[in-house]
């Protein structure tokens, strides 16, 4: 269970950074040219933050499962320790909240705007911000 799960939420992160990368180009593109929001943008948006979705939820129950998501009294004085426990999932989660207001203000407009491009940027910022890179690539 613990090492389906740790495989998949590895896997899926290079799906997720994909899926980010290509919303925040695309949406950022099409607001430039002020471009009419088109099915391939719809789906686009709907694919990155179902994409989102289910890396939070592997994320979710990967916390309880996790040895490496342990709280103990040196949780905050141990900054690989404090990265598992409260920074990767707290910044994702915001990331996901982005990227579901992102998609919600894109579906509202039949112009594409600016908006949910730099949200999109911002949820890109957080994910980046907190991969525990070198457990993951090094
Ligand atoms: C939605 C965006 C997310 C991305 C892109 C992401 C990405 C990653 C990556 C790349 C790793 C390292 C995997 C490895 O070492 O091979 C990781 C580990 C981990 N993530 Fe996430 N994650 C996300 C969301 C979350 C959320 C929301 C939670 C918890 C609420 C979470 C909990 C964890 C835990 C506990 C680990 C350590 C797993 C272990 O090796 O035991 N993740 N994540």
Redesign the pocket.
């Known amino acids: 269970m ?1 090492n389906f ?3 998949f ?2 896997g ?2 290079y799906l ?2 994909l899926a980010g990368v290509l919303f925040f180009v695309m949406i950022g593109y099409y607001a430039i040219n002020k471009k009419a929001r088109n099915n391939f943008i719809t789906k686009l948006s709907f694919f990155t933050t179902l994409v ?1 979705h289910i ?2 939820i ?3 129950v ?2 309880f ?5 342990q709280w103990t009294e040196n949780t905050m004085k141990d900054p690989i320790n404090r990265l ?2 409260m920074e ?2 707290l910044m ?2 915001a ?2 909240i982005l990227i579901t207001v992102a998609n919600s203000k894109l579906k509202k407009s039949e112009v594409v705007k600016i908006t949910p491009a730099i949200l999109g940027l911002i949820a890109l910022a957080c ?1 980046v911000s907190r ?2 890179w070198e ?2 690539l090094g």
Do not use: E, R
């Open positions: 613990y799960l740790q495989n939420h590895s899926w992160a997720t950074l989102f890396q939070l592997a994320g979710v990967l916390y499962v996790s040895p490496y998501a598992y426990a990767h999932p994702m989660f990331a996901v994910v991969i525990p457990a993951w």
